[in-house]
């Protein structure tokens, strides 16, 4: 069938499911949205394993770090040629002009977001935007992170690696990607904790430049088998789904349970044409020590941050790490205050990274998770994880 016929478009169904920083506005809505990032995070890798227990890879870092210029070059550009205005997309974010063209400058996530928000204002929050955009990110927009995944030695390799190094992209969805028997290999892109009234925007995108790299990865026609793209979104008006019809070239559903594409189970065996062991091995140690820095972050917050990930025990008070990082208590609550956060809240976030990441390493048992995110047993941890994902049990 011809990928721009409208009878493409699949009705709602209830089927089975070194560098330069700017600074980061908006700190109240940091402050509210960071709570239970990684708790839905969790929550949403728990729904794939529920849908089926072959899960492939999982996010486990949040969209909340920093990020590139290239994210925002890129938005500003196709509004360029759309005939917005590039400064007015600006206002509000932070974002200095004159850093956009500079290779390794730094921006945080939200401010990212500030330029997302004005664009979509701009263009009347329109179904298909994020798709539209979001095709415009080629494999060359993710430095050492798109070199890595072309060489990688099989499309199960990119989806392992592509997860888990998502930190060197724009992607603000928490994707999963596993196998359901019945439907093939499945990414699924959540995004609960992203703001709503961008919320679609950057989910169009995410998906549309997950597809983009993997044609990138696999150039020629046919090579990449998608059989099916779901919105978790509404679409009122049948003819609002040319974007989605040009772009993925496949029957497209809405308002569906989640968003997903779905793919051949056997596209996981494909191997990529420039495949390379060698500098796959590379790009992964390069891809490791950006990700790594990134965690780190800057400013006196990045310091509290790097300090409390390097500790054996969370246990720690405000003064203790005040005096270990040489400030007064007031100094570094002032500090803290003046970047959009406190010691609690930066305490909270390591905490649920660190639980992230031992959890997810079956010979750490529960005591010793327990002692090193600096709760006296098993139940506070647990409590802890309802708190952040909202959940009402903890296996």
Not at 47 to 76: E, K, Y
Not at 227 to 245: H, S
Not at 278 to 283: E, S, V
Not at 314 to 328: G, I, K, Q, S
Request: net charge negative; hydrophobic share 40%; proline share 6%.
């Amino acid at each position: 069938m011809d990928p721009g016929s409208a009878a493409d478009v699949v009705p709602p169904t209830a089927d089975h499911s070194g560098q330069q920083h700017t600074a980061s506005p908006d700190p109240d809505s940091r402050a509210a949205n960071g709570r239970d990032r990684e708790g839905r995070a969790a929550e949403h890798r728990d729904a794939a394993v529920a849908d089926s227990n072959r899960v492939i890879a999982a996010i486990a870092d949040s969209w909340d770090h920093p990020r590139t210029m290239v994210g925002v070059s890129t938005l500003l550009d196709w509004a360029a040629e759309h005939g917005l205005d590039r400064q007015a997309l600006l206002d509000g974010s932070h974002v200095e002009p004159a850093l956009l063209p500079d290779p390794v400058a730094l921006i945080e996530a939200r401010q990212e977001l500030a330029v997302i928000r004005n664009l979509v204002l701009a263009c009347g929050d329109r179904p298909g935007l994020g798709v539209d955009v979001g095709a415009r990110y080629h494999l060359t927009a993710y430095g050492h992170f798109g070199y890595l995944l072309a060489t990688c030695g099989s499309a199960r390799e990119i989806a392992e690696l592509g997860l888990r190094y998502i930190l060197l992209t724009f992607a603000f969805s928490t994707m999963t990607a596993h196998i359901r028997d019945g439907d093939g290999y499945v990414l699924a892109f959540d995004a609960d904790d992203v703001p709503a009234d961008v919320r679609r925007f950057t989910v169009e995108r995410d998906a549309a430049a997950t597809m983009q790299v993997q044609r990138e990865v696999f150039p020629g026609a046919g090579r990449v088998p998608l059989r099916a793209a779901r919105f978790a979104f509404p679409l009122d008006r049948p003819g609002d789904a040319a974007a989605y019809r040009r772009h993925f070239r496949v029957p497209v559903s809405f308002d569906a349970p989640r968003t997903e594409l779905v793919f051949d189970a056997a596209y996981l065996d494909h191997v990529p044409p420039m495949a390379n062991r060698h500098t796959a091995k590379l790009m992964t140690a390069e891809c490791e020590r950006i990700r790594t820095e990134r965690l780190h972050r800057t400013g006196v917050a990045a310091r509290v941050r790097a300090f409390l990930l390097d500790q054996t025990s969370l246990d720690l008070t405000l003064e203790t790490v005040a005096e270990r990082l040489h400030y007064a208590p007031r100094t570094l609550r002032r500090h803290l205050e003046g970047e959009g956060t406190t010691f609690r809240m930066i305490l909270d976030e390591v905490r649920r990274v660190v639980a992230e990441q031992l959890l997810h390493d079956p010979s750490v048992p529960r005591y010793e998770i327990a002692r090193r995110l600096g709760y006296q047993d098993w139940s506070s941890v647990a409590r802890a994880r309802r708190r952040w994902s909202g959940r009402t049990a903890v296996t």
